[in-house]
């Protein structure tokens, strides 16, 4: 695990704090009043440093290290409150992250009498923001363009400023922001501090260190230009045609998705938006050619989630503060490698872990190893989910939301009424028709559906693939009650399973775990041992429901083959053979506990 995400939660191990760093009380106060409990690695390694005096810093660093506080804090303990001279600017890509700091910067100083300090950004009323500019602001947080604008119009003079700080100075340049930082920062005294940060270091960032800092102190947090260990990488192959199907049973395939969708231009992001919404999803797209208005509402909504999937093109993806992003979609990639890292990089965020996908042609996955190779970590081929897989998913997800729906009070006054209507139907057959209700969206479009996948993206892991052979061509796929919502991922559900059972880890694969519920495979002689042994353990004092998956497309390799034992009658459509009424009840197996395990 990458220093940055090792350091969120580990006050217990190392008692570094915001004061031992060298802050003063009414910062840690602010830090302390925001739960912070410990510094972050970016911000244990900065904030002595720039406190220690005027240095010029490269930082090499994602968003989600905590590198906002890593410059602000020790900023606000340097700055003069007291006067209104402007004695800082910030300069980031976008309006919203422009408007993130400023909030950021707020909260950190927030007992510091008299800051006042204003954001300055495309898009939005000029003699508003002068307005406040006149009052006096000491730090001035700014997109490039406006900032020079302010600068040619008189309303801001840097002149005197001691502090000059480059947020993803990496994409300000990428978005053709050069000669503006270059104006600005040679129109400010050269013996100002200059502090750069990055989440990569191309030939261009390195031409502005070069050219205006001083012996800058380097740090960097986690390997340069390598993705986390937080997010797995994973790729579906598919033809040209089917990109946005299969982008929806990506989505139908992860009922708690909440999720970035990258195109790569404007009009492929709405495109994509407008179908999904058409679709019922709740979509939004967020690119240039939206007004401001529109692009807060839409963010607002996402950050609410309301939204459950915000489609995006690369810049205006760069502002979107939000931790939790189950999943990042590249709806298609991009050219640049190094956009890949800045995407994926939006998941996986803040100690969790994410899932970063993409959606690939043939011809597309020579891209996939370059972006392998840069980040250093491989990509898993998976197989599009089957319109079955899907339908068993979305089926297993609802009986969980029922179950766990709290009782709402005020339907008791329809109680009576309700239950005369559904007088003489039994316990099983409500639930095959509550089920069936709410399941015609998802069976009707799948029912008949075909398989998207590409001949050659065989939808295996390249780990499968070398365990296919070595087991028997047939294997047992499992649903088990214990998902994300248990604080669990892919590798710590197989923690817990080899754990519980003792076996070795490549006994267990094809782990997916989803919101509320998980899937996994092992060999079929397995079978009964492991639906006795889960069934009878417990997970954090709760215990712990194991079934087989009814889903036929099981088989590693199998491509879509049907297994044999779930033909015809074992179909979960089969009305006898409901999702609950199965054979074989609950905790009730057969199977005889393994010896010697
Ligand atoms: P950033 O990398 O600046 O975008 O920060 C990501 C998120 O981490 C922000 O929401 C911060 O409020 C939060 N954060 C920053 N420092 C800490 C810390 N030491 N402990 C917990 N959360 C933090």
Request: aromatic letters at 8%.
């Given at each position: ?26 910062f ?13 690695e ?142 600005i ?37 986690g ?6 260990d ?5 790729y ?32 492929d ?97 020579r ?17 599009i ?18 179950k ?12 009576p ?6 007088e ?14 709410e399941f ?39 649903f088990i009650?214990?998902?994300e ?31 509320s ?69 609950k ?11």
């Amino acid at each position: 695990m990458p220093l940055i995400y090792a350091n969120w939660h580990r006050q217990s191990i190392d008692m570094t704090t915001f004061k031992a760093l060298g802050l003063e009380e009414p910062f840690v106060n602010a830090t302390l009043d925001l739960g912070f409990e410990t510094p972050t690695e970016i911000q244990e390694k900065t904030i002595p440093v720039l406190l220690s005096g005027e240095t010029d810093l490269i930082a090499l660093a994602q968003t989600g290290t905590g590198k906002t506080a890593a410059f602000g804090l020790p900023l606000l303990q340097s700055i003069a409150v007291e006067s209104r001279i402007t004695q800082a600017v910030i300069l980031s890509p976008t309006r919203e992250l422009c408007m993130q700091i400023t909030q950021e910067i707020k909260q950190y100083g927030k007992y510091l009498k008299g800051l006042n300090a204003v954001a300055v950004y495309g898009g939005a009323s000029i003699s508003e923001q002068a307005k406040q500019l006149k009052k006096g602001a000491q730090i001035i947080i700014a997109t490039p363009g406006r900032l020079k604008d302010l600068m040619s119009r008189g309303y801001i003079d840097l002149g005197k400023i001691s502090f000059c700080i480059l947020d993803e100075a990496d994409e300000m340049l990428n978005m053709g922001f050069y000669p503006e930082i270059k104006e600005i920062l040679s129109k400010s005294p050269n013996d100002k501090a200059t502090w750069l940060f990055s989440a990569t270091m191309p030939k261009e960032v390195s031409r502005i260190a070069m050219k205006f800092m001083n012996d800058p102190f380097e740090i960097s947090v986690g390997e340069k230009n390598t993705s986390t260990d937080s997010v797995r990488h994973e790729y579906y192959t598919i033809g040209g045609r089917d990109r946005y199907p299969a982008l929806k049973r990506l989505v139908d395939a992860n009922p708690g998705i909440f999720s970035l969708i990258f195109c790569r231009t404007k009009r492929d992001t709405q495109r994509i938006a407008e179908k999904l919404i058409e679709d019922g999803y709740n979509a939004g797209a967020i690119h240039g050619d939206l007004s401001q208005n529109q692009r807060d509402l839409v963010m607002n909504a996402f950050r609410k989630k309301q939204l459950q999937l915000l489609v995006a093109t690369d810049v205006a993806a760069r502002g979107i503060d939000v931790d939790d992003i189950t999943h990042v979609i590249n709806y298609q990639l991009s050219d640049e490698i190094e956009t890949y890292t800045h995407r994926s990089g939006r998941t996986g965020r803040a100690g969790r872990s994410g899932i970063s996908m993409v959606i690939a042609t043939r011809s597309e996955l020579r891209k996939i190893h370059a972006i392998e190779k840069k980040i250093k970590q491989e990509f898993v081929n998976k197989k599009i989910p089957t319109g079955l897989e899907i339908c068993e998913i979305q089926l297993y997800h609802l009986a969980n939301k029922v179950k766990e729906t709290a009782i709402d009070q005020d339907i008791e006054g329809y109680l009576p009424a309700i239950n005369d209507v559904l007088e003489g139907i039994t316990r099983e057959e409500l639930i095959n028709k509550m089920m069936s209700v709410e399941f015609k969206r998802f069976h009707n479009y799948y029912s008949k559906s075909k398989d998207l996948n590409s001949p050659s993206g065989n939808g295996e892991s390249r780990q499968a693939k070398s365990r296919s052979k070595s087991y028997a061509p047939d294997t047992i796929r499992y649903f088990i009650t214990l998902g994300e919502r248990d604080g669990l991922d892919w590798k710590s559900l197989k923690d817990f399973v080899t754990g519980v059972l003792k076996l070795q880890g490549e006994e267990i694969f094809r782990i997916d775990v989803k919101e509320s519920f998980s899937f996994f495979n092992t060999a079929p002689d397995l079978q009964d041992f492991v639906l006795s042994t889960l069934s009878a353990s417990e997970f954090k004092g709760r215990p712990i429901s194991i079934e087989i998956s009814r889903n036929p497309e099981i088989a590693p390799g199998g491509g879509g083959r049907r297994r044999k034992k779930s033909r015809g009658k074992s179909s979960k459509f089969n009305k006898r053979d409901n999702f609950y009424g199965g054979k074989r009840k609950k905790g009730k197996s057969s199977g005889k506990r393994r010896k010697n395990r």
